[in-house]
């Protein structure tokens, strides 16, 4: 609601105030937005405790997060491709999820002037099913490397690159909810992959806090 009084007041009165005022305009709505988005993430965030499994078909959870990104991958003229991918027993909203946060940091993380590259691919584990999200983007030095899971942590201001620090913590919950695991390897300047595991699973529907 704040939120949206605030845009109607920006393209109402751009323009027609002094310059500091505009400049205060534009501060408060980029401040009601950016909060808006911390709480939308928090809501996802909160709602990852419950899940209803199911066979899902990542090769069109894939299909989905790609198409969700496509303004994002359009404009930074990225590219984001995979190999066939299983199905899986798991939460189709939460795989959803998953593959959009990974892939969307990837295409954000970018070196400046490179166009984002992101491949994922899929290979069978002991129990499971792992999986790859490799990117050419800027890199996470290795003192930070478990920290990025860390619910609100931020390595970069928003200046930089955007965002809440709560996308890596969301992925790091919904793979614990599929008793699997997360990690990754990076060189700084050369790229990330990030790994998660999915075990072979019975049908079941679990709730957890």
């Known amino acids: 609601m704040v939120s949206n009084y605030l845009q109607l007041l920006e393209r109402k009165y ?7 005022a505009d400049k205060y305009i534009n501060f408060a709505v980029d401040g009601a937005r950016r ?30 997060a790609v198409a969700n990104l496509a303004t994002a ?24 999820q998953l593959f959009q ?6 295409v954000k993380y ?27 983007g800027i890199g996470i030095e290795r003192e930070d490397q ?7 942590r931020r390595l970069h201001t928003k200046e930089e690159y955007p965002g809440t620090g709560i996308g890596l913590a ?12 997360i990690w990754l390897e ?4 050369t790229g990330t992959t990030f790994f998660f595991t999915i075990p072979v699973g019975k049908e079941r529907r679990i709730t957890t806090t």
């Open 35 to 64: 909060m808006q988005n911390l709480i939308d993430g928090l809501l996802n965030y909160s709602r990852i405790g419950s899940a209803e499994f199911g066979w899902v078909d990542m090769n069109q959870t894939f299909a989905d």
């Open 110 to 136: 970018r070196k400046p002037g490179v166009p984002p590259r992101v491949a994922v691919s899929a290979t069978q584990a002991q129990g499971g099913w792992m999986f790859l999200v490799q990117d050419n």
């Open 14 to 20: 751009r323009g027609k105030l002094d310059e500091k």
């Open 146 to 152: 478990e920290a990025v899971f860390q619910l609100f």
């Open 101 to 106: 946060n990974l892939i969307a940091n990837g």
């Open 170 to 181: 969301s992925c790091m919950k919904i793979v614990e909810n599929h008793h699997g695991r």
């Open 186 to 189: 990076s060189v700084p300047g």
């Open 73 to 96: 991958i359009r404009e930074s003229h990225g590219e984001v491709s995979s190999g066939v991918l299983p199905t899986v027993w798991g939460d189709g909203t939460q795989m959803l």
